[in-house]
């Protein structure tokens, strides 16, 4: 199985910081990897598919580079809306593996 | 629009089986795979396995293999997640999700499945 490993595995920040999130991929893994944001209580939400790419509706803040075996998701400017955890995806091969998760707390 | 509604929370005893459903609609139930994704109470996302809504092939994670069963009826555009010999470790929320292309686009609002003597 490939696994993945997400760094840290929480931060504070506040407000308005720039925020960087890194996933590791065991294997290569080409731009099959997803991001996703999930709050208390709700089913994740994809932010960014295939490694770089907004999924629809997604505010332009969030972006996402890398290929190969790693990644990072970065919010460029945090609003209050974002604390929450982030979970990394591949996609690449069954089973579909996920990150450990980093959460984003409020500074 | 695209909707995947679960059935509700479950309590199950210890060696029980569990039966959750996720019922499709909005779009063509059998054009996209639906994936089944637990997480227990505090803890990241796992992958179960997966099912072909067209012809109902299945994929389970290796760790679940043997007692987990995805099975899918197409005229009521439903797939289902069977568990059984419950533990308490398997105490979890379960959601479906749809696969697009290669990520999860849909998902279902969660089942809580608690195991408990």
């Known amino acids: 199985d490939i696994q993945m490993t997400q760094s840290p595995s929480s931060l504070s920040a506040s407000v308005g910081d720039r925020v960087t999130i890194t996933c590791r991929a065991s294997?290569?893994?080409?731009?099959?990897l997803n991001w996703y944001q999930q709050k208390p209580g709700k089913a994740p939400n994809v932010l960014i598919h295939a490694a770089s790419s907004l999924q629809g509706g997604v505010p332009s803040r969030f972006s996402g580079s890398g290929s190969g075996t790693d990644f990072t998701l970065s919010i460029s400017s945090l609003q209050a809306e974002d604390f929450a955890t982030y979970y990394c995806?591949?996609?690449?091969?069954?089973?579909?593996?996920f990150g450990g998760g980093t959460t984003v707390e409020i500074k | 629009q695209v909707q995947l509604v679960q059935s509700g929370a479950e309590v199950k005893k210890p060696g029980a089986s569990v039966k959750v459903s996720c019922k499709a609609s909005?779009?063509?139930?059998?054009?996209?795979?639906l994936h089944w994704v637990r997480q227990a109470p505090g803890q990241g996302l796992e992958w179960m396995g997966r099912i072909n809504p067209s012809g109902g092939v299945t994929t389970y994670a290796q760790n679940l293999q043997g007692r987990v069963t995805m099975t899918r009826d197409t005229s009521t555009n439903t797939v289902y997640m069977e568990l059984s010999s419950l533990r308490s470790d398997d105490t979890a929320v379960y959601y479906c999700a749809r696969y697009y292309g290669a990520f999860f686009d849909f998902w279902g609002q969660g089942t809580l499945v608690a195991v408990s003597s």
């Open positions: 294997q290569n893994i080409n731009t099959y």
């Open positions: 909005g779009y063509t139930f059998t054009r996209y795979y």
């Open positions: 995806q591949q996609g690449y091969i069954t089973p579909y593996t």
